[in-house]
């Protein structure tokens, strides 16, 4: 059964940079796979998505600042946050793209 665990948030302040990584158990793994995160009391949303071939894709908020890559034989995905602003701030979760799939979350909070 494929796992996803999430690690790297925070606390950062306004400006500042952060890497979070979704580590894949399992067997090596080549779907799309999507960062989504959900900032208190607002619903999930998605951040940045990354297909199998490397295309990428980013929410307009996030664009020219975070950065979402992988590294397949490492069942790795990575999401780079610079510039990180105070409305970042949320729970950051590693979805297998389109599936049921999720990691547990790890949080970001972004202090001016």
């Known amino acids: 059964q494929v796992r996803l665990v999430e690690s790297g948030g925070g606390l950062a302040q306004a400006g500042e940079s952060l890497r979070l990584t979704c580590t894949i158990s399992?067997?090596?793994?080549?779907?799309?796979m999507a960062w989504y995160r959900q900032a208190p009391g607002q619903q999930r949303e998605l951040v940045a998505h990354i297909s199998a071939d490397g295309d990428t894709n980013y929410v307009d908020a996030v664009r020219g600042r975070f950065i979402i890559s992988r590294d397949i034989p490492k069942n790795t995905v990575y999401l780079q946050m610079n510039s990180l602003k105070l409305e970042d701030t949320g729970v950051y979760y590693c979805?297998?793209?389109?599936?049921?799939?999720w990691g547990q979350g790890t949080q970001v909070t972004v202090s001016s």
């Open positions: 399992g067997p090596t793994f080549s779907n799309d």
């Open positions: 979805r297998i793209y389109r599936s049921n799939i």
